[in-house]
């Protein structure tokens, strides 16, 4: 038997062999892709996960890795406590505007937001995102006024009411 005819039309064959690595291309990149989704849906519950050991190269293709916010939960929670404390002490909003725009939004705006509960996805403009950082952050001290003013009332009910 020859290779002509135990393989058939030699091209047809390499044909055949080039679909067949293309129809395999096309699942491996589905898988990655697949698998590039899951891990960005951990990053966003886990933040930040421990890279596993021994790994030299990043899971998603060797691409830059999103950067995390250097502003961590704790310290955006600690910013959002100054400015409204600010807000509430001087009532005016200019210093807590001046600072939320001399903060990048992803480093600083966006994990103050997340803090704030404003959604993960399609943020504004950052100009918008500073009015509405401002907004939660004045309906929060109006929050704590009302609350400080009824605990009061009801303080003063109780001791002169008896």
């Known amino acids: 038997m020859t ?11 390499i044909q055949k062999l080039a679909s067949e690595v293309a129809g395999l291309k096309g699942v491996v990149q589905d898988v990655s892709q697949q698998i590039r989704r899951i891990e960005r849906r951990i990053d966003l519950v886990l933040p930040e996960k421990p890279r596993e050991k021994g ?25 959002i406590k100054r400015l409204t404390d600010k807000l509430h002490e001087r009532g005016t909003m200019e210093s ?14 966006t994990p103050i937001a997340r803090e704030l509960g404003m959604t993960n996805t399609a943020l504004p403009p950052k100009t918008e995102l500073v009015l509405n950082i401002i907004t939660r952050l004045r309906q929060s001290v109006m929050l704590t006024e009302n609350i400080r003013k009824m605990s009061r009332v009801a303080e003063e009910e109780e001791h002169f009411g008896n």
């Open 96 to 109: 807590v505007q001046a600072e939320l725009r001399s903060m990048t939004v992803k480093h600083g705006l």
């Open 55 to 79: 790994r030299k190269t990043p899971v998603n293709g060797g691409r830059r890795p999103a950067k995390a916010p250097t502003m961590s939960e704790i310290e955006a929670r600690q910013t």
């Open 3 to 13: 290779d002509d005819n135990f393989w058939g039309d030699k091209a047809e064959y």
